[in-house]
């Protein structure tokens, strides 16, 4: 590998591995706390995305307008477009996927704990709506997206000069993961997590509502998928099947880490992270890499079905 | 306790452990006899009659998919696999022989054969050598069968050795067929990429060509045959095993049974139905491309099970031909609708109506029999539909393990089942 | 090996210092425990004290962290069975009835009991004799012995708990291994249907080996001819009923839990009569 491909990688690594390892947490999160598997995971992803579109571009609207006056029957036109930067997309898609997130447990996802199967099946029904919706509302084009200048440069360390949004991306996941960590280990409402994890009936038993902190949770997780998916739209170009692409590995990153350990997501995200970036600069082609690594995964989870972290509690710890 | 001999049942010579209730078998000759009449009534009917074979070829792999899920409990999201490998095994036979018809060559495999469009497009330079033999199509049709067997007989020997069931299996089975996917449509020189093989010429066996009607007839015998090997393969002991591990695998290990070894006899057999199903889809349709092999593809013929009736032979028919029907229907109106209505039916079929279709008539069943006065007992072998209390039935093996007080909590469990939740 | 001179003829089951950890917690501490052949062995004692995990280790469930289970057929050479997969340690010989009714719900009783008939167990031979009937005749008798001969097109998930205990036990009979393990087979029974179990079992002491848990004091009382007590993962006493009952060690645990009520003390004594 020459230099630059050093840096490619390295950067690559950065950027996938951070997005990676903020989903799969959100997914880790869910399945831990409610014994759920939600495939509209990658879908809230995607909504994250489409709501840096809506807040950066100021021909979202536009668009949005149109189509849905198509809907409608109507002919509606707007020239109002937003112009906020990525600074203010990345809260708004954490809100916005929040309480999209915060709708899909209370009118489905509650009916369905510990029923990791149907939740499955359920929830990709789920996305598949939410897909159709926003194709319906934001037309089935790839959007390109624009970075704030100040993180279009390259940053040099040394002799390496990584790309600053990819630093910009880790940096954002750092600050991610503290706020989980911070959270859950530091205030009262993640000792009811946590408390709900380990013994459901019991932390009900002592009058912890479970049903808030289910919801809560899963908004939460939804939201930080929405994160992962703002970032995202900046690094490529953004479409309603989004989603669609990152939700096996996601899922590769929770089995990976062992089903529900916080800590085995984010080993196993910046393993795949990695694994994928280094592979695609050896073979030179980005689909031949996620086979690969696919395959390295399935033969990994059968040497050890447990993952990386196994531990015979299902906790957080 | 002890009571009367008298009591003891009276077992009947032919299938033991079951009255098989004759109304219902009537019901079944004549379900199957039906699924023969799209060959008649559209039987010039360039439309609809390529649509019922589609659908009957479905079905065979809604059946396959039945078995694995149904009747075993193991959720495949990736039948699909073999499904495709089927597929492009004959996909590849028809394609080979259109291009030597094109090109006026004849059917045989040689290094100056002539070269699909596809390849000659990417500039590939002789068809590769283990594409070639290919275009013989009893070769491809054998293959169809025999490497979705092949594969599925290995990825079950080592899975269920391995104790990876629920969650653990669906996600690997699903991240399997999505690195198939990826690598079929990566390589395009090869198979056609994203598109596929287009304009396949038609399939002809012992010098007939299947056409039309010839090819709904020769799809739904295939699927008629299929059925009855099943249904007597689940009704025999070793169906009441299978559905024995569904319900129970600790208990079933517990009386000697090595149950890896059923559920790999089970996937194997479902993969070789699967590989014949898209064998004979591939050649009803004209055309193979990778949608088969995709994610979305496998979780969408799960809904066709389950929307028909897990655990029922005629569920799996009924449930593959009508949201296949829907599709279709809605496909040609309302576009846009579909994938919502679909998504509905993910969502209806798993909160509201978990026995499916036929689940639903058995109830109605029951419940006029009530009314008449007169209870039928349930059958043999049967799922447990219209029993909401014995909501724990459904193949969902991740319920709850009953209480077991004595027993250090959480722990236990966990060191009895360590490959997952 | 050695192990050879540390079981004799007559004794079916050998466990020597077995060990069994989870995660830092031993639910079995260097346990040590024989059976003769054709005993009947009821094993007591409190929560936690290592019972189930003593059968989950027998059957395969569970791998031990040290000792060895020596199993011995009859007419065969004894063998260290703790690292052999579950189905293989059933075949050799050894069933199990486990706490709560572990049965085949969605299927009907006559199939549970077809299941759990002796036959070859393999793929193979299952597919060869699909349509056989054999033993139609011995599944007769296990019905009419646990009553369920009118139930028999019943799906197995509607039977009453008591009911389904005895569908066990059933399976168990038809299944017919040397040795059984039977986890508290009269949890949920009435006094009554205590009995009839109690009955039950006795009878088929008559040809197998039986190890029994239980809690139920009447129950044991009736069945029993030797106990052992555990605790903690260790034996804690072995002898008959009355022997176990005035052990003082054994008092001390049942009674030990009980401090503050020293009324309460003479009502939990009395349990133990």
Not at chain 1, 83 to 89: E, G, K, Q, V, W
Not at chain 1, 245 to 258: C, H, R, S
Not at chain 2, 193 to 215: N, R
Not at chain 2, 315 to 329: D, R
């Amino acid at each position: 590998m020459s230099f630059t491909d050093y840096e490619t990688a390295l950067s690559n690594s950065l950027s996938l591995g951070s997005i990676l390892i903020l989903t799969a947490l959100g997914l880790a999160i869910t399945f831990g706390v409610m014994r759920v598997i939600n495939m509209a995971h990658g879908d809230m992803m995607m909504l994250g995305a489409y709501t840096a579109f809506v807040m950066t571009d100021s021909n979202a609207m536009g668009i949005l307008v149109r189509n849905l006056g198509g809907l409608l029957g109507k002919d509606w036109r707007t020239d109002f477009g937003l112009h906020f930067n990525l600074y203010y997309a990345i809260p708004a898609a954490f809100l916005v996927t929040a309480v999209v997130g915060f709708l899909l447990e209370i009118c489905l996802v509650r009916f369905l704990y510990k029923r990791p199967l149907d939740s499955l099946l359920a929830t990709w029904g789920a996305g598949m709506i939410i897909q159709q919706v926003v194709k319906l509302l934001f037309g089935a084009n790839l959007q390109p997206m624009h970075l704030p200048e100040a993180l279009q440069e390259g940053w040099t360390i040394g002799h390496l000069t990584i790309p600053r949004y990819r630093v910009f991306i880790a940096g954002i996941t750092l600050l991610c993961l503290l706020a989980v960590y911070l959270w859950f280990y530091r205030t009262s409402f993640g000792l009811k997590i946590r408390a709900v994890v380990q013994n459901r009936p019991m932390a009900s038993a002592m009058g912890i509502s479970t049903r808030r902190v289910d919801s809560v949770t899963f908004a939460f997780a939804s939201g930080l998928a929405g994160v992962a998916g703002c970032i995202l739209a900046h690094l490529y170009n953004i479409k309603y099947t989004m989603g669609n692409d990152y939700i096996v590995d996601a899922f590769m990153v929770v089995i990976l880490g062992g089903m529900g350990q916080l800590a085995g997501s984010i080993g196993g995200g910046a393993i795949i992270g990695s694994g994928n970036s280094v592979v695609e600069k050896l073979l030179g082609n980005t689909s031949m890499a996620k086979v690969v690594v696919l395959v390295l995964v399935i033969v990994f989870i059968f040497i050890r079905p447990s993952g990386l972290f196994a531990s015979k509690e299902r906790t957080y710890d | 306790m002890t009571k009367d001999a008298a009591n003891a049942p009276n077992l009947t010579p032919v299938l033991p452990s079951s009255r098989v209730s004759v109304p219902r078998l009537i019901l079944v000759f004549l379900f199957l006899a039906a699924l023969f009449i799209p060959g008649q009534y559209y039987a010039n009917n360039k439309y609809w009659l390529p649509l019922y074979s589609k659908y009957m070829a479905l079905a065979l792999f809604a059946l396959s998919v039945d078995l694995v899920w149904g009747y075993t409990g193991l959720l495949s999201l990736g039948q699909g696999l073999y499904f495709g490998l089927g597929a492009y095994a004959v996909g590849y036979s028809l394609k080979l022989q259109q291009a030597a018809r094109v090109a006026d060559k004849p059917l045989l495999a040689a290094p100056d054969m002539a070269l699909p469009d596809f390849m000659d497009y990417c500039r590939l330079p002789e068809v590769p050598v283990w594409i070639r033999p290919l275009i013989d199509i009893r070769l491809a049709l054998t293959l169809a069968i025999l490497l979705p067997l092949l594969i599925s007989t290995l990825f079950g020997l080592v899975t269920f050795r391995l104790r990876i069931k629920g969650v653990f299996f669906a996600l690997i089975t699903q991240a399997l067929v999505l690195a198939v996917y990826t690598l079929v449509v990566n390589q395009q020189p090869y198979t056609g990429g994203v598109v596929g093989m287009t304009y396949l010429a038609k399939l002809e066996l012992f010098g007939h060509k299947f056409v039309m009607t010839d090819m709904y007839y020769l799809i739904t015998t295939i699927l008629v045959i299929c059925f009855l090997g099943c249904a007597l393969l689940m009704r025999s002991k070793f169906g009441k095993i299978i559905t024995a591990i569904r319900d129970n695998e600790n208990r079933v290990l517990a009386l000697g049974y090595n149950t890896a070894m059923y559920k790999t006899f089970i996937f194997a057999l479902a993969g070789a139905l699967a590989g014949l199903s898209g064998a004979l889809f591939v050649s009803a349709y004209g055309t193979c491309g990778p949608d088969s092999l995709g994610i979305a593809w496998s979780i969408e013929a799960v809904i066709w099970v389950a929307a028909g009736g897990r655990g029922t032979l005629v569920g799996a028919i009924l449930g593959a031909v009508l949201v296949n029907l829907a599709n279709t229907y809605f496909n040609d109106k309302y576009t846009n609708a579909w994938p919502i209505i679909l998504g509905s039916l993910f969502i209806g079929v798993v909160l509201f109506l978990p026995d499916g279709i036929m689940g639903g008539l058995r109830t109605l069943g029951r419940l006029s029999m009530k009314t008449f006065g007169r209870l039928r007992l349930p059958r043999a072998g049967q799922s447990v539909a219209g029993r909401k209390h014995e909501a724990s039935v459904l193949p969902d093996t991740q319920r709850p393990p009953p209480a077991q007080p004595s027993q250090v909590p959480n722990i236990q469990a966990l060191v009895t089942d360590p490959k997952g939740p | 090996m050695g192990f050879q001179s540390k079981i004799v003829p007559e004794e079916i089951l050998c466990v020597e210092d077995l060990t069994v950890r989870f995660g830092g917690f031993k639910a079995i501490d260097c346990l040590n425990f024989r059976m003769d052949r054709g005993e009947l062995r009821v094993v007591i004692g409190p929560n936690g004290a290592g019972k189930t995990t003593l059968l989950d280790v027998i059957t395969g469930k569970v791998r031990p962290s040290a000792g060895r289970v020596v199993f011995q057929a009859r007419d065969q050479a004894p063998r260290d069975i703790r690292s052999l997969p579950e189905q293989t340690i059933a075949r050799l010989g050894i069933g199990r009835k486990f706490q709560t009714p572990n049965i085949f719900k969605s299927s009907t009783v006559l199939d549970n009991l077809i299941l759990s008939l002796r036959s070859a167990r393999g793929v193979w031979s299952t597919l060869a004799s699909a349509f056989k009937r054999n033993g139609t005749h011995r599944i007769h008798e296990i019905l009419h012995t646990i009553g369920l001969g009118a139930r028999a097109y019943h799906l197995a998930g509607s039977l009453a708990h008591g009911e389904k205990q005895w569908l066990e036990l059933g399976m168990l009979m038809a299944q017919d291994p040397e040795l059984l393990l039977i986890d508290e087979p009269v949890a949920g029974m009435t006094p009554r249907e205590s009995e009839r179990t109690g009955e039950l079992l006795m009878s088929m002491a008559r040809k197998h080996t039986l190890l029994v848990i239980d809690h139920d004091m009447t129950f044991v009382r009736q069945i029993a001819r030797t106990v052992t007590v555990l605790h903690e993962g260790k034996t804690l006493c072995q002898g008959t009923v009355q022997e176990v009952q005035r052990d003082p060690k054994v008092i001390q645990v049942y009674l030990g839990q009980d401090r503050q009520a020293d009324a309460a003390g003479k009502a939990t004594a009395s349990s133990l009569r």
